[in-house]
């Protein structure tokens, strides 16, 4: 049984060498949830009888790495836990010539069948076959859907999210409802519960589970660029997949081969391709400056032919979006210790003595308000405890005979209950500019709000045996976002 090595952490690098020296100083090395598959088939004469004792060779052709076997008496040949990728499959024994199959893919977990007609041995050495591996699983009864490179590199990514691919899968919808936190989890397969699903990166779960409803999310999803294939894996997947309530989406992450690869890409968008907010352009509030790039490269290539191999990503995310703020903020006058205009917003108006008739309109004298012991609210007993016409600036409070003198406001002096700091904040405040609007609703802004994100990830695969394959990964994601400041100065609410 192959075995293969995984360590995933966000946050220190030291954890490589831990995980390396594991691999060195254990007898058995971890293995992972298998995303391998198997090549099996059988060998057989050109009249159909069985060859057996054929040395059989399975060889990958990216890798070099090369899986040798022995047909059995009944002609049968079988490679386990192989890792996806592109092979050949060959055989050879005494008396008939070499065959070799055609090119083929071993996709995640996926189990193929490739049979082989030998012919006796004659002039050519080498007879190359049409042999393809069946695309019919009749191995096992599971059901899914694989995304592969060209899929994930073809299709659009409108927010370069590979995981938006799921509902490729037949049966596979993403949920219509708002799933806060249910990042790259929130969908439905064939009416299971959604937010459920179990993704595995390189055979490693990546999941959280939240503690009270039981969604999950994914806690690292890596670059479209970093990401060589995945499965959503549905119905009757084997017991090893636990963690999941509706289905398996088993990713696995590009690795180097005996050719140095790379890319690099930029993914922009910009203000002058977009439309304002509807709103804003009611208002005749202009766009502002919305730049979107997401950007990086990739590299991978051989560290020792045929044995050793690196990957390398990194991908960066900046972003200024459309923010849109709608307030309210008060009136001159109420910057000038009149708030008459509470009283018509809530629907009152005020008698001859400046009482409002809407109780939720009214501003009381906080020195001279009594309560009603039953309910708590305001009771209008007598002229000093309400504040008439709702201005500050033309009413003397005459303070409380409760509190002691240093408590009390300025004796016999209007505007007395107008804190002087709070004025001064209030001179922060910009100045409605929806004409018409009630004073709940009477302020708008935009503008960018700042995001950005940072991401990368190295794989580094060896073979020690052909009973021993190793894979060490590190990945690190970093991210930072700030909203825009709708009043110009450091009192900004938003």
Same mark, same amino acid.
């Given at each position: 049984?192959?075995?293969?090595?995984?360590?995933?952490?966000?946050?220190?690098?030291? /954890?490589?060498?831990?995980?390396?020296?594991?691999?060195?100083?254990?007898?058995?090395?971890?293995?992972?949830?298998?995303?391998?598959?198997?090549?099996?088939?059988? /060998?057989?004469?050109?009249?159909?009888?069985?060859?057996?004792?054929?040395?059989?060779?399975?060889?990958?052709? +990216?890798?070099?790495?090369?899986?040798?076997?022995?047909?059995?008496?009944?002609?049968?040949?079988?490679?386990?836990?192989?890792?996806?990728?592109?092979?050949?499959?060959?055989?050879?024994?005494?008396?008939?010539?070499?065959?070799?199959?055609?090119?083929?893919?071993?996709?995640?977990?996926?189990?193929?069948?490739?049979?082989?007609?030998?012919?006796?041995?004659?002039?050519?050495?080498?007879?190359?076959?049409?042999?393809?591996?069946?695309?019919?699983?009749?191995?096992?009864?599971?059901?899914?859907?694989?995304?592969?490179?060209?899929? =994930?590199?073809?299709?659009?990514?409108?927010?370069?999210?590979?995981?938006?691919?799921?509902?490729?899968?037949?049966?596979?919808?993403?949920?219509?409802?708002?799933?806060?936190?249910?990042?790259?989890?929130?969908?439905?397969?064939?009416?299971?519960?959604?937010?459920?699903?179990?993704?595995?990166?390189?055979?490693?779960?990546?999941?959280?589970?939240?503690?009270?409803?039981?969604?999950?999310?994914?806690?690292?999803?890596?670059?479209?660029?970093?990401?060589?294939?995945?499965?959503?894996?549905?119905?009757?997947?084997?017991?090893? %997949?636990?963690?999941?309530?509706?289905?398996?989406?088993?990713? #696995?992450?590009?690795?180097?081969?005996?050719?140095?690869?790379?890319?690099?890409?930029?993914?922009?968008?910009?203000?002058?391709?977009?439309?304002?907010?509807?709103?804003?352009? *009611?208002?005749?509030?202009? #766009?502002?400056?919305?730049?979107?790039?997401?950007?990086?490269?990739?590299?991978?290539?051989?560290?020792?032919?045929?044995?050793?191999?690196?990957?390398?990503?990194?991908?960066?995310?900046?972003?200024?979006?459309?923010?849109?703020?709608?307030?309210?903020?008060?009136?001159?006058?109420?910057?000038?210790?009149?708030?008459?205009?509470?009283?018509?917003?809530?629907?009152?108006?005020?008698?001859?003595?400046?009482?409002?008739?809407?109780?939720?309109?009214?501003?009381?004298?906080?020195? +001279?308000?009594?309560?009603?012991?039953?309910?708590?609210?305001?009771?209008?007993?007598?002229?000093?405890? &309400?504040?008439?016409?709702?201005?500050?600036?033309?009413?003397?409070?005459?303070?409380?005979?409760?509190?002691?003198?240093?408590?009390?406001?300025?004796?016999?002096?209007?505007?007395?209950?107008?804190?002087?700091?709070?004025?001064?904040?209030?001179?922060?405040?910009?100045?409605?500019? =929806?004409?018409?609007?009630?004073?709940?609703?009477? &302020?708008?802004?935009?503008?960018?709000?700042?995001?950005?994100?940072? +991401?990368?990830?190295?794989?580094?695969?060896?073979?020690?045996? +052909?009973?021993?394959?190793?894979?060490?990964? %590190?990945?690190?994601?970093?991210? *930072?976002?700030?909203?825009?400041?709708?009043?110009?100065?450091?009192?900004?609410?938003?």
């Amino acid at each position: 049984m192959r075995s293969a090595l995984l360590a995933r952490s966000s946050s220190r690098v030291p /954890l490589i060498i831990t995980f390396t020296a594991m691999a060195l100083i254990l007898p058995s090395l971890l293995c992972a949830q298998a995303y391998f598959g198997t090549v099996s088939g059988e /060998l057989s004469d050109a009249t159909g009888a069985m060859v057996q004792g054929a040395n059989v060779v399975l060889t990958d052709q +990216q890798k070099g790495f090369s899986f040798k076997t022995t047909s059995d008496s009944s002609g049968r040949y079988l490679f386990r836990s192989i890792p996806p990728g592109t092979y050949r499959v060959s055989a050879e024994v005494k008396g008939f010539e070499k065959v070799m199959s055609e090119t083929f893919k071993v996709d995640i977990n996926q189990n193929l069948t490739t049979n082989l007609t030998l012919k006796v041995a004659g002039a050519s050495q080498t007879v190359e076959v049409a042999a393809h591996a069946q695309a019919i699983q009749t191995e096992d009864a599971e059901t899914g859907q694989v995304v592969n490179r060209k899929f =994930i590199n073809d299709l659009p990514l409108i927010d370069r999210n590979a995981m938006a691919l799921t509902t490729l899968a037949p049966g596979v919808t993403e949920m219509d409802d708002q799933c806060g936190g249910c990042g790259g989890t929130n969908y439905v397969s064939n009416g299971s519960r959604g937010a459920t699903a179990d993704i595995l990166t390189d055979g490693a779960s990546v999941t959280n589970a939240e503690p009270n409803g039981g969604i999950t999310q994914a806690t690292y999803v890596p670059s479209p660029e970093a990401i060589e294939e995945f499965k959503v894996e549905q119905t009757n997947f084997s017991a090893e %997949y636990g963690f999941s309530g509706g289905f398996v989406v088993n990713m #696995i992450t590009r690795s180097g081969t005996n050719k140095f690869h790379g890319s690099v890409y930029d993914f922009v968008r910009d203000q002058s391709l977009d439309s304002n907010n509807w709103f804003n352009d *009611h208002y005749g509030v202009p #766009i502002p400056a919305l730049r979107r790039n997401n950007y990086g490269g990739t590299i991978g290539g051989p560290i020792i032919k045929n044995k050793t191999f690196f990957f390398f990503d990194y991908d960066g995310f900046r972003q200024n979006g459309l923010g849109t703020a709608q307030a309210g903020v008060p009136s001159d006058a109420m910057r000038a210790g009149d708030f008459g205009e509470v009283c018509a917003a809530n629907g009152g108006t005020f008698n001859s003595a400046g009482l409002c008739s809407a109780g939720a309109g009214q501003l009381w004298d906080p020195y +001279q308000r009594n309560y009603d012991a039953n309910d708590g609210v305001a009771i209008r007993n007598n002229a000093n405890t &309400f504040i008439p016409f709702n201005n500050l600036a033309n009413y003397a409070s005459p303070g409380s005979p409760k509190l002691p003198a240093n408590l009390q406001p300025a004796p016999g002096v209007k505007g007395n209950l107008i804190d002087p700091v709070a004025q001064t904040m209030m001179g922060y405040f910009p100045e409605p500019n =929806i004409p018409g609007n009630d004073i709940y609703d009477n &302020f708008i802004a935009s503008g960018a709000t700042k995001s950005y994100n940072d +991401q990368f990830d190295i794989k580094v695969d060896h073979r020690w045996t +052909q009973n021993n394959l190793m894979a060490v990964k %590190y990945s690190q994601e970093w991210s *930072h976002g700030s909203s825009f400041n709708c009043f110009k100065n450091f009192t900004d609410p938003c």
